[in-house]
């Protein structure tokens, strides 16, 4: 995914005022923006309706980023990311989140679904949850 892009989208993402949505509309969004790039990346298996696949994808994505961005036997997020306690969903906070992210994709092997928007949602939905709020609950429950 290049930077640019990103940084597009989410200029894009701020003006819709998609900062401010509750986070069961931006998590509805990213399921969307899963289904959206995997179908056009031919990833879905043809036996596995597209929405059931990428409710699984998605829960498989938010699971990698909490073991990533949290430590479990803590349930606090890992010192490494401490920093981004303090900014909030702000555009700063949004691009620090979607790099963990992406980072994350890739290494689960669907680098082809790590573009703009559905790492962007991700990231919203995971800051608008709360970072705090996030690790401590088992990754499993998101």
Same mark, same amino acid.
């Given at each position: 995914?290049?930077?640019?892009?990103?940084?597009?989208?989410?200029?894009?993402?701020?003006?819709l005022g998609r900062f401010e949505e509750a986070p069961i509309i931006v998590d509805a969004r990213l399921h969307a923006a899963v289904e959206t790039a995997a179908a056009s990346a031919s990833l879905h298996p043809? +036996?596995?309706? %597209?929405?059931?696949?990428?409710?699984? $994808?998605? #829960?498989?994505?938010?699971?990698? @980023?909490?073991?990533? !961005?949290?430590?479990?036997?803590?349930?606090?997020?890992? +010192?490494?990311? %401490?920093?981004?306690?303090?900014?909030? $969903?702000? #555009?700063?906070?949004?691009?620090? @989140?979607?790099?963990? !992210?992406?980072?994350?994709?890739?290494?689960?092997?669907?680098?082809?679904?790590?573009?703009?928007?559905?790492?962007?949602?991700?990231?919203?939905?995971?800051?608008?949850?709360?970072?705090?709020?996030?690790?401590?609950?088992?990754?499993?429950?998101?």
């Amino acid at each position: 995914m290049d930077e640019k892009d990103l940084q597009k989208t989410l200029d894009q993402y701020e003006k819709l005022g998609r900062f401010e949505e509750a986070p069961i509309i931006v998590d509805a969004r990213l399921h969307a923006a899963v289904e959206t790039a995997a179908a056009s990346a031919s990833l879905h298996p043809a +036996d596995l309706g %597209l929405g059931d696949w990428a409710a699984d $994808t998605v #829960k498989k994505i938010k699971t990698a @980023v909490h073991d990533e !961005i949290c430590d479990a036997s803590s349930g606090k997020v890992k +010192d490494k990311y %401490l920093q981004l306690l303090d900014k909030g $969903t702000s #555009k700063e906070a949004i691009s620090s @989140v979607s790099s963990v !992210i992406t980072t994350v994709m890739v290494g689960i092997h669907l680098a082809p679904l790590a573009v703009s928007t559905v790492v962007l949602y991700l990231a919203i939905w995971i800051l608008k949850m709360g970072l705090n709020k996030w690790g401590t609950v088992p990754a499993e429950k998101h």
